[in-house]
Each structure stands twice: as C-alpha cells, then as structure tokens.
C-alpha cells in the first residue's frame, strides 16, 4: 500500500480541501483571484474547485480502513432521505450562502448518523462542524426565493442527486 492510498490519500483529501477553503478566505489570495478572474470567474472556478475536492474526500473516506464504530440503524438511510429535500430545498431557495451552508448541515448530519465508520464519521462529523461553524458567521437563511423555476430546479437536482449515488459514490441511499 502506497503513501496515496487507505489513510493517507484520506488525510491528502482533508488537507487539499481545507486549504481550498481557507486560503481564499484571507483577504489577499481572494482579492488577487478576483482580480485576475472576476468576481463570476472567481465563484464559479471556487465552485468546481470545490465540488472537486469534496467529491475527492468523500471517495477517500470510502478507501480508507474500514474501522466500524456503530451499527447503522434501520431507520438512518430514512432520516438521509428526508434530510436530503429539506437540504437541496434550502439550498435553491435561500438568499446568500447561508442556505448552502445550512444545507451542507442537514446533509452532513444526517449522513453522520446513518454511517457508523471512522473515516465516515470523520468525514461527515467534520463537515458538520466546518458548516456550523459557517453558520455561527453567516446565521440562518433569513430570506428565501420561491419561484417555480427555482422549485423545479430543487426537484431536479434532489432526483438527480439520488438515483446518481449508487453510481458516483458507489452506495444506494434508499433503505433496504
């Protein structure tokens, strides 16, 4: 086993994806990438670049050891599946990055309680308190946008997102 596999690949993932996360919030990078990308370059480059990591660590945490911590209840993969709307709801129709972040919460949550490994509850623990954590800056989405494209466009990424997951992360979400 290669120093980029099991843990260590997992612990690579973390890093690459904090320092994507952190470095941009100091004030100079982020002013220098705006600069040279613009504000929309800057955002949508930050989104990929993001999506990208995050799709990473989660692979990562599903090639490191498994190391089991609990049994996975019946019931989590039930509270995954109606977390999951409330999250992309929240997500689409939120103003600002508080509902993203809110949703990142919803989603890491309950993905908490429904795996019972190390890696996993590393990963989504983790992710629960980097959300939170952005939460206590940006407080609760305290605005939102009902449209009918909007609500069309959650349904459609909500539906996408779960008939997706057994091919992309390799694990059906709906209960057994």
Partial sequence: M?????WGEYGAAWACFLGAHMIPALPGPRGWLIGRLGRRGYLAAFSLL?????YWLILAAGRAPHVPLWDQPGWSRWLVNVAMPAAVLVAALARGMSGLVAAFALWAGAHLVANGDLSHAILFGGMLAFALSGLLRS???KAFRVTWRRLVLAVLAWAALLHLHPLVIGVSPLPA
């Fill in 2 to 6: 290669g120093v980029m596999s099991g």
């Fill in 50 to 54: 993001s999506i990208g990591l995050l």
């Fill in 139 to 141: 407080g609760l989405p």
